[in-house]
DNA sequence: TAGGGTACTATAAAAAATGTAAGTAATGTC
DNA sequence: GACATTACTTACATTTTTTATAGTACCCTA
């Protein structure tokens, strides 16, 4: 995950297009397998790292670090750790990242109407 | 992209996230890497396979076909073959593909104020 | 001293998505 | 008959994403 090849077609697309679309831009950040859950369950506040292990079941270790490091990078969430034993890390999301709650209802909503069909 | 492999653990995680929520759900089936750029230029008004290619710099048929037949699977788009030659098809959104608009319109806000940061 | 809890990291492999290159069908025009 | 046009299809290669498995560090408790 952390390691794109910045000189494939792939890459230089995708590039191009979030240039174009802020929409295509903002599904790029939001886009991981499992980010949009993570966002979802972090709307109602912070959590800690084994707390959302354990919302999201079938996640691995691995990719849930891979995921909050991503939003983290993309100043979707903090994390804070706190110095004790065992590590206690909270994450939490910032401004930006509560601001993605219109989308993720409209998202709902449109989800809903199109499972009825 | 046609060839999922149903007994994956992937695919297991993918259903049970879009099963719970929604918003997955909709991510899943609006988430390619070009779907939402098609999405966005036929909000505009139904348009040919040919204009899409032209609209949509670095795409390849192959990629246009297949993200089309998806769009059209979960009934996104509608695909309206004209009996000529050279041959002609109109793609346009659906109901319920104009109904993406106001997810289109949140990503594209939020997408703007990110980029900002 | 052994084991437990927490939040990770490293490495490999599998799966999925995307890209490349070539070919097809039908018909009208030169 | 060769060629152009359009919307594809097919086989294959590459890239990206996700999963699997096994560790690590730290201190506390028994």
């Known amino acids: 995950m952390s390691k794109v090849k910045v000189s494939s077609t792939n890459f230089a ?3 191009a297009l979030s240039d174009e679309c ?7 950040i939001i886009g991981g397998q499992w980010s949009l859950a993570i966002i979802a369950w972090l709307m109602n506040g912070k959590l800690r ?4 292990k354990k919302l999201l079941p079938g996640i691995t ?14 100043k979707i969430v903090t994390r804070v750790v706190h ?3 065992p ?4 994450y939490e999301l910032t401004t930006i990242g509560y601001e993605l709650k ?3 209802d409209q998202l709902s909503i449109w989800g809903d109407k199109h499972k009825g069909l």
């Open 61 to 74: 270790e691995r990719m849930l670090t891979l995921q909050l490091r991503k939003l983290e990078d993309n």
């Open 83 to 85: 110095a004790e034993v």
């Open 102 to 104: 219109p989308i993720i």
């Open 22 to 28: 802020s929409e295509v831009y903002a599904a790029n």
């Open 87 to 90: 590590p206690r890390v909270d």
């Open 13 to 15: 697309n995708k590039a």
């Open 49 to 52: 790292f084994g707390q959302l």
